[in-house]
């Protein structure tokens, strides 16, 4: 009986100490998401070269997508890679949302410019 028991406690001292080491390294082998950073950096840059912040749902995404990029960096300084990588994707689509709500914005804003000229126009006689 004691036989058993020493062999059985030695197995369960083995398979929890195996155990503990590959959590150990499949934790700590995530590697840090640069490329996902360059890519939420380049749509953040985007959505403010496009005026993001001029339009009020545009700007809502951008300051969000500024302060995902912010959590993420501090995520990759606390080390957990993969939740900050998750973060990045947020970011990257907050940045894209707000490039095509200030592009929409800038879209309507011309069409509606084009109408008002061409009723200008209607009313002046030069097109019918």
Do not use: W
Request: glycine residues 6%.
């Amino acid at each position: 009986m004691k036989l058993v028991t020493r062999t059985t406690s030695s197995f369960t001292l083995v398979l929890v100490a195996c155990t503990a080491a590959l959590g150990s390294v499949g934790c700590g082998s995530y590697p840090a998401p640069q490329e996902r950073m360059i890519a939420s950096q380049s749509s953040l840059r985007a959505a403010q070269e496009v005026g993001a912040q001029n339009n009020p749902q545009a700007a809502l995404h951008l300051k969000l997508a500024q302060e995902q990029i912010e959590e993420a960096k501090q995520l990759m300084n606390d080390g957990e890679n993969k939740r900050a990588e998750f973060v990045l994707l947020r970011a990257g689509s907050d940045a894209e949302l707000a490039v095509a709500l200030a592009r929409e914005a800038s879209a309507r804003a011309d069409a509606q410019k084009a109408l008002d000229e061409l009723k200008q126009l209607k009313a002046e006689g030069g097109v019918q």
